[in-house]
């Protein structure tokens, strides 16, 4: 049964960084996309980025471009998301999924979600 857990998140100033991680069990996770995406309160889960399976490309949100970078390392089972130059508007809560399905070569149709890490930017 696929696990991912997230961690990494946590308070910080604007202007900081943060590390997420998502690690995986019970499956190979270089056979997977992953994908990280976030929710904040009121709001509706969005996506942020994904590293692909297949040629380790990655896709972002326009509001995370040039701010956030994602990167996997399949010998430790583990998807990071560095995030630098946090805004107010980036907390929420962060979840990573996992998926072997793409649509146009973009990883799609993410699921096994993680419980999520809580990532607040406030001063």
């Known amino acids: 049964q696929l696990q991912l857990v997230e961690s990494g998140g946590g308070l910080v100033q604007p202007g900081g960084s943060l590390r997420l991680s998502c690690a995986g069990s019970g499956f190979r996770l270089d056979d997977y996309a992953i994908g990280w995406f976030r929710q904040a309160p009121g709001k509706e889960r969005e996506g942020v980025s994904c590293?692909?399976?297949?040629?380790?490309?990655?896709n972002y949100a326009d509001s995370v471009k040039g701010r956030f970078t994602i990167s996997r390392d399949n010998a430790k089972g583990t998807v990071y998301l560095q995030m630098n130059s946090l805004k107010p508007e980036d907390t929420g809560v962060y979840y990573c999924?996992?998926?072997?399905?793409?649509?146009?070569?973009?990883?799609?149709?993410?699921?096994?979600w993680g419980q999520g890490t809580q990532v607040t930017v406030s001063s």
């Open positions: 590293i692909s399976a297949v040629d380790g490309s990655t």
């Open positions: 999924g996992a998926t072997m399905i793409y649509t146009d070569g973009v990883p799609t149709n993410f699921g096994s």
